[in-house]
């Protein structure tokens, strides 16, 4: 393994088995004892799993944990983490705090499956990783010593899926959850937006795709040796995509990504929003993300919503200005990217909000309807301030629709008459950012500079004139589209941006070759191809120079986009290589294209196109 990526290795899980905060004076050694086991599951199986209880024995504790993919280490009961728990005001009063390696992963035993299916009526010795959390749940209330009998799971990314997983497990000793940045659905969230392949995950499929073949404190996946730290060139050099096989001889995950390119039973055994909303779930909940969560956005968001459709628990939202894993790191300010939004907001998530839920349903009196947190914490990250609703999204709102019109306005009215053309060349792709290299998963882009795009002959570029008030978006964004192309087949992406005046002052995260001023900020972007306009569980073909409509949803944004500002919508087929290129020639399989199938074709957009906006009133 090069060093550049054996540097990737070691971040990844050192964020997400460490969760990196700033290091203090506090010694976990000193204030808590260490215990590893091995708890067996129904089946014979047995999970490592690590405990950590304050020394302080004169009170009982409940117990927290998180089961995770990436490793519970450091192995040894003789070997502390530097900090531990969802973050350190939880630590330093005092929880037991538990970390498992799930089934298949680093010291735990069995069979890795990535995102297990769930069995909704287990018989027997069937397992799933609910009954995982249940048998391991079911352990550590009878037979770790000092603990109250509640239990909390929370975890961030892969463990956000595990700890959404176990509100499926029912046990009654589960009064507490928060998932965080929560995958819920591979064929929607990081491999995939909408079933278009993220390429720009390509070196992330190393850690999912490698059986180990015993318990192991050791890495035993290796990531693929790259020719190039130019990722744009690098993968325009690679297409089509079927010449990267050779990086991944052995990765079974890679190969079901390519075995699978529609929504079939595959992936939807494996997506968890539809057993949230079928199942009654009685934990409370406390669901996080960041609005530029360039991973999971999609998770906690559905997640949130399909548990409110079914469920009469307690169930709350949470959304600030973070990228992936944000909140759980105590930066004094606050930025993605080159946009600054505030100081010490993840501290203050932290002491006020993450420790506020859990020691409420945890260590309090626990009762939904008395608790101190509201429905749906929101930041906005135009005005950057926080704010609080009883629903989400909020109640007191109004639809807002523009039309894609003449003179690259943003219209009241539509124009059926009027065709915005471009060219869309394979060749030529428009880059997702203007930063293209080699990186483990992209994240700054969701906030980037989009000017260079806008100066792209295969970008359409929409705007209102400059705002005379403030205007708050708060909720998802609807793009109906009516498009044509000269091919049989196209991706269609949107990208909602805040263009900011001349006047607008610099901050010190502002990349040096970037002002603020006329700053074109993406606050929201997706992308559908339009083989799925119809559903995605099968591809069809686009018929050429045939009026169509693409209706897709960009997830929820919560954005004032203040007086002096414009709003601007983009609209391009290219995103490279945040996605896969689409060869613009309809194939049943883009894993399979061939290159002649890689055309430049003449894309169309309809002047009766809109993009709906659901605006807070005032």
């Given at each position: ?593 061939e290159k002649s199938d890689y055309k430049k074709q003449t894309h169309t957009v309809f002047g009766d196109s809109s993009i709906e906006f659901t605006v807070l009133e005032k």
């Amino acid at each position: 393994m090069n060093t550049r990526l054996k540097n990737f290795t070691l971040v990844f899980i050192a964020f997400f088995s460490l969760q990196l905060v700033a290091q203090s004076d506090y010694k976990v050694e000193e204030h808590y004892t260490k215990q590893e086991v091995d708890i067996e599951m129904r089946d014979g199986i047995k999970l490592h799993t690590t405990i950590y209880s304050p020394k302080d024995t004169s009170q009982e504790y409940p117990i927290i944990m998180q089961r995770t993919p990436y490793s519970s280490r450091p192995y040894g009961e003789g070997e502390f983490r530097s900090k531990i728990g969802p973050n350190e005001f939880l630590m330093k009063e005092g929880n037991i705090i538990v970390y498992q390696d799930v089934r298949g992963r680093w010291m735990s035993e069995g069979d890795y499956d990535n995102m297990r299916p769930f069995i909704p009526n287990k018989k027997g010795k069937e397992i799933d990783e609910a009954s995982d959390t249940y048998d391991t749940i079911e352990w550590l209330i009878n037979n770790v010593e000092n603990n109250n009998g509640n239990v909390g799971t929370w975890g961030i990314s892969y463990p956000g899926f595990y700890t959404s997983y176990s509100l499926l497990s029912g046990h009654p000793a589960l009064k507490a959850a928060s998932p965080q940045a929560s995958i819920s659905d591979f064929f929607f969230d990081d491999f995939h937006h909408n079933g278009a392949y993220l390429l720009s995950y390509f070196m992330a499929t190393a850690l999912f795709g490698n059986q180990t073949e015993a318990p192991t404190t050791e890495s035993w996946y290796t990531f693929p040796k790259l020719p190039s730290e130019d990722q744009y060139q690098f993968f325009l050099d690679h297409t089509p995509i079927n010449q990267l096989d050779e990086y991944y001889p052995d990765n079974f995950f890679w190969d079901q990504l390519s075995d699978h390119p529609n929504y079939d039973k595959f992936w939807q055994d494996r997506g968890l929003i539809q057993h949230l909303k079928n199942e009654k779930i009685k934990t409370a909940v406390m669901y996080v993300g960041g609005f530029f969560d360039a991973e999971d956005l999609y998770g906690p968001f559905q997640s949130y919503k399909a548990i409110e459709e079914n469920s009469n628990n307690y169930n709350t939202i949470v959304y600030g200005p973070w990228s992936h894993g944000d909140w759980a790191r105590t930066s004094k300010r606050q930025a993605v990217g080159n946009v600054y939004f505030g100081d010490d907001l993840s501290k203050n998530y932290q002491k006020d909000v993450e420790t506020v839920f859990f020691n409420y349903f945890l260590k309090e009196e626990g009762k939904p309807k008395n608790s101190p947190l509201p429905e749906a914490m929101m930041f906005d990250t135009g005005s950057h301030e926080w704010a609080s609703f009883e629903a989400w999204p909020p109640k007191a709102t109004k639809k807002k629709t523009y039309y894609l019109g003449e003179n690259q306005q943003l219209k009241s009215l539509p124009n059926k008459a009027l065709e915005n053309k471009f060219v869309s060349d394979p060749k030529k792709p428009v880059p997702y950012s203007e930063d293209i290299k080699i990186v483990f998963t992209p994240r700054k882009y969701m906030t980037d500079d989009q000017r260079f795009a806008a100066r792209r002959p295969d970008v359409l570029v929409f705007e209102t004139e400059v705002l005379t008030e403030d205007i708050t978006m708060a909720g998802e964004i609807e793009a109906k589209l009516n498009v044509a192309t000269t091919g049989t087949d196209a991706d269609w992406v949107v990208k909602v941006v805040d263009v900011y005046p001349a006047d607008a002052e610099d901050t010190e995260e502002v990349q040096d070759h970037l002002k603020m001023s006329n700053y074109h900020m993406m606050v929201r972007s997706e992308v559908l191809p339009a083989r799925f306009r119809n559903g995605f569980e099968k591809a069809e073909a686009s018929v050429p120079n045939q009026k169509t409509d693409i209706d897709f949803t960009l997830q929820g944004i919560y954005h004032t986009f203040k007086k002096g500002h414009k709003i601007q919508i983009q609209v391009q087929s290219t995103w490279f290589p945040l996605i896969n290129l689409n060869p613009q020639t309809f194939v049943p399989n883009i894993f399979n294209a061939e290159k002649s199938d890689y055309k430049k074709q003449t894309h169309t957009v309809f002047g009766d196109s809109s993009i709906e906006f659901t605006v807070l009133e005032k």
